[in-house]
């Protein structure tokens, strides 16, 4: 069977999403609940007082569900003791144990904690080269996950866990990419596959999540996902993150673009921001964000657009002399929305008027706009936000673009610092993707298109990547900076700063 590159229908905005509740420990999810604010530990599983101090650093700001990395059996049992130190410190936030490739894990997990996520690209699949699949052998392959995932699901249903089905970018199956390519419709497609074993199973305490560290993969592949659900009417609640952002204001720049673009559109019911900084860094971040949508008034219409694989929009115009001027500090993107549809989406020029305008509610709701494909240009008052903006989107580069992930217990180097020399030393490098990842377990898959990678391995080691190829295999840390830009030279691809 060949490969199937879908145009993607998505319907929204319609309202804010109605969404079931589901009850993670003593939190909900969806429903009638506020938008709920997680974060993720950076420490080893197995050093349980540092991750118990850290979960308390978190939960101290405002994190209410705290995520710990389990990359294996040990780790996973290790979290009977994690919760065990916080009872006795009287904290009693929810778990959620973070599974990637380790069946076993998850179900020890399920046991302990009140939530576990699974990556539906890595939970059962086998990463197989296979790159056609006929009917049946995808039914079988889709039988092997159900069989696989039962024992998950009876030991939820038996403890009360929630599910994540947290699907990435970066590391879909080889079975979905065979047949969906590695798109935001394969994302949704994957998700609902486990959805649908799930609710077979008479399983549906379910939360979803599209993550890409491109915003515009992660805007498209949650509004196909929602759409898909609609169809069935299904309410399952929506985690919402930029994943990989990287740090400082554009690490900011593209989660408020990212997350705040779909709350605009009343998706998201719960939100992480990833920085690749100290975890208790992202909390005051995904507050903001909250605050800035925790009132959103419902959308009035509904639209459908549908977009092609490439993201393919109409040309943009030249000249802007017809263009109307939207200013987005005057008026609600509902209304311009409404206004714009009633004119048969002839896309304008954004402005900004008004300085202090909530950051926030100007990145997102003008995000928003450009994935409605109703923008053509951006005037905002701050030229570096808009340049910012405009980079996160993916609309016009200024720089290199870095994506670097937040780190977890399975990083075994100073990704914070190297993250910094990297960017110190490459950011000039217009147009060039540079990832700098915490791990090899998920770092290769995660960095998805970068051009470079610079991806942790054994202690205070690294790997080197051109594209999906190793060059440099856990060589030290210290020579490592000097290598990528060795590389980068011999690739005709370096420029001295002027
Ligand atoms: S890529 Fe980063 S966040 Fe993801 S598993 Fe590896 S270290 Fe953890």
Same mark, same amino acid.
């Given at each position: 069977m060949n490969k199937i590159i879908p145009s993607w229908t998505i319907s929204n905005p319609i309202s804010r999403r109605t969404t079931k509740e589901v009850r993670v420990g003593n939190i909900g999810i969806g429903?009638? #609940?506020?938008i709920r604010i997680q974060s993720m530990t /950076?420490?080893?599983?197995?050093?349980t007082i540092a991750t118990v101090e850290q979960t308390l650093r978190l939960v101290d700001k405002g994190c209410e569900l705290v995520r710990i990395t389990a990359s294996n059996v040990q780790a996973a049992q290790n979290l009977y003791n994690i919760k065990n130190e916080l009872a006795k410190r009287n904290c009693y936030v929810p778990l959620i144990a973070d599974i990637h490739f380790n069946p076993k894990a998850a179900e020890i997990a399920a046991e302990i904690v009140e939530k576990v996520r699974i990556n539906p690209g890595n939970y059962?699949?086998? /990463? !197989?080269?296979?790159?056609e699949y006929s009917d049946s052998e995808y039914k079988q392959e889709l039988e092997k996950i159900s069989e696989r995932l039962f024992p998950l699901i009876e030991i939820c249903k038996k403890n009360n866990t929630a599910i994540r089905i947290g699907t990435n970018h970066g590391s879909l199956s080889q079975r979905i990419m065979a047949r969906y390519g590695n798109t935001p419709f394969a994302m949704a497609t994957s998700a609902m596959e486990f959805v649908e074993i799930c609710k077979n199973l008479d399983f549906e305490n379910l939360v979803l999540s599209m993550k890409s560290s491109n915003v515009k993969v992660m805007h498209y592949a949650t509004r196909i996902l929602c759409s898909m659900m609609q169809e069935k009417d299904l309410q399952f609640p929506i985690h919402l993150g930029v994943t990989e952002?990287? /740090?400082e204001f554009e690490g900011r720049v593209k989660s408020m673009c990212g997350i705040g673009s779909l709350l605009a559109l009343g998706i998201g019911d719960t939100i992480r921001v990833s920085l690749t +900084?100290?975890? +208790? #860094? +992202?909390i005051p971040v995904a507050k903001d964000i909250v605050a800035a949508y925790s009132n959103i008034s419902p959308l009035q219409s509904e639209k459908t657009i549908t977009l092609n694989s490439e993201f393919e929009k109409r040309q943009k115009p030249t000249?802007?002399?017809n263009s109307e001027r939207i200013d987005i500090c005057k008026e609600s993107v509902e209304s311009i929305i409404e206004r714009l549809k009633a004119s048969s989406y002839p896309a304008g020029i954004i402005v900004q008027s008004?300085?202090?305008?909530n950051l926030e509610r100007l990145l997102g709701n003008t995000t928003a706009l450009i994935m409605e494909s109703m923008v053509d240009k951006v005037e905002l008052c701050d030229s570096l936000l808009q340049a910012e903006l405009l980079q996160a989107t993916g609309e016009e580069i200024y720089k290199a673009e870095f994506i670097a992930c937040p780190s977890?217990?399975?990083?075994? &180097?100073d990704i914070q610092s190297a993250l910094a020399k990297v960017k110190e030393k490459c950011?000039?490098?217009?147009?060039l993707k540079i990832a700098v990842m915490g791990c090899i377990v998920n770092g290769p898959g995660e960095? @998805?298109? @970068?051009? &470079?990678g610079y991806i942790g391995g054994l202690e205070n080691k690294v790997h080197l990547y051109r594209g999906k190829q190793?060059?440099?295999? #856990? !060589?030290? +840390?210290?020579v490592a900076l000097n290598l990528l830009i060795d590389m980068i030279k011999e690739d005709g691809k370096w420029q001295d700063v002027i």
């Open positions: 429903g009638n #609940n506020p /950076n420490t080893d599983t197995m050093d059962t699949d086998r /990463n !197989i080269s296979k790159i952002a990287g /740090n +900084e100290i975890p +208790e #860094n +992202e000249d802007f002399s008004d300085k202090d305008f977890c217990g399975r990083t075994k &180097y950011k000039h490098l217009k147009g960095m @998805a298109d @970068a051009d &470079y190793l060059v440099h295999s #856990n !060589i030290p +840390e210290d």
